[in-house]
């Protein structure tokens, strides 16, 4: 009786210790599970951080991506404008330009005719050349080019004239007040001889360097040489040979410096303050 009762003692022992190595080996396994399982979560969130901090990076990329895409996009908007008022442009231009062409083959076509015209002009006329050499002669001033200068019509020809002895100032001087007086010359010029009968006188040269007819001008008692010294608008300067009136010129000039009008209001103000 007292064996049976070791015995199941004993059984019950060894089922004990059976229960618990097993439970023993199912609880390790289930730690190794647990440490894994928290080894992999450490390994998930070390890759979502390096996910964030990627997707951060990504996002800035992209931001930036996108204002670069806006400012090209700006540029390109700019741009189809610039090509688009340049396109307009060069139309104009173009338009222009066509126009241009045409009028200048129109002129270019009518000076073809002028020319021919010119060049029987001339050959007829070219007998009568001779006859500029006369003291005296009559012409029709077609245009006053500045306060000594002009251009006459002899029998159908054109020639330019430059008065003897005087000298005006010039258009193009960069002077104010001389290119003010030198506008004042010619207009006073023009008042006196335009699209009037002159006569005209020469001294002893026929003409100048320049080819210009070298020339007393007369518009009826007027000698014009002298009334626009005497209106202070040119200087009296001799130029021999050709002195047959300088004497004259020279007078004028004592008169206007006297007044003190034009040229000599200007100068004789400078040499008193000088």
Request: aromatic share 6%.
């Amino acid at each position: 009786m007292k064996m049976k009762y070791v015995s199941g003692i004993l059984v019950l022992f060894l089922l004990a210790a059976g229960v618990g190595g097993y439970a023993q080996s199912q609880n390790i396994k289930l730690t190794n599970q647990v440490t894994g399982l928290q080894e992999h979560i450490i390994t998930l969130e070390t890759q979502n951080e390096n996910l964030s901090t990627e997707t951060k990076d990504l996002k800035s990329e992209i931001e930036t991506l996108k204002k670069e895409f806006d400012d090209l996009t700006e540029k390109l908007d700019n741009l189809e404008d610039y090509l688009k008022t340049q396109n307009e442009n060069l139309s104009v231009d173009i338009k222009d330009l066509k126009s241009e062409n045409e009028n200048l083959l129109l002129e270019i076509s009518g000076l073809k005719s002028q020319i021919e015209v010119l060049r029987e002009r001339f050959d007829n006329l070219k007998d009568y050349l001779p006859f500029l050499n006369i003291s005296e002669m009559q012409a029709t001033v077609v245009r006053v080019i500045d306060g000594d200068t002009i251009e006459v019509d002899i029998v159908g020809m054109r020639y330019k004239v430059r008065y003897i002895g005087i000298d005006t100032p010039e258009l193009d001087d960069r002077r104010a007040e001389y290119c003010a007086l030198a506008q004042e010359a010619t207009r006073y010029n023009r008042e006196l001889v335009e699209g009037k009968t002159v006569r005209l006188e020469k001294d002893v040269s026929g003409t100048d360097n320049y080819g210009r007819l070298l020339r007393y001008v007369y518009v009826d008692d007027i000698l014009v040489n002298a009334e626009l010294v005497r209106q202070g608008l040119a200087w009296a300067k001799p130029y021999p040979p050709d002195i047959k009136y300088q004497d004259t010129l020279e007078k004028a000039e004592a008169e206007a410096k006297q007044d003190k009008i034009g040229i000599w209001a200007l100068e004789l103000d400078k040499q008193a303050k000088q």
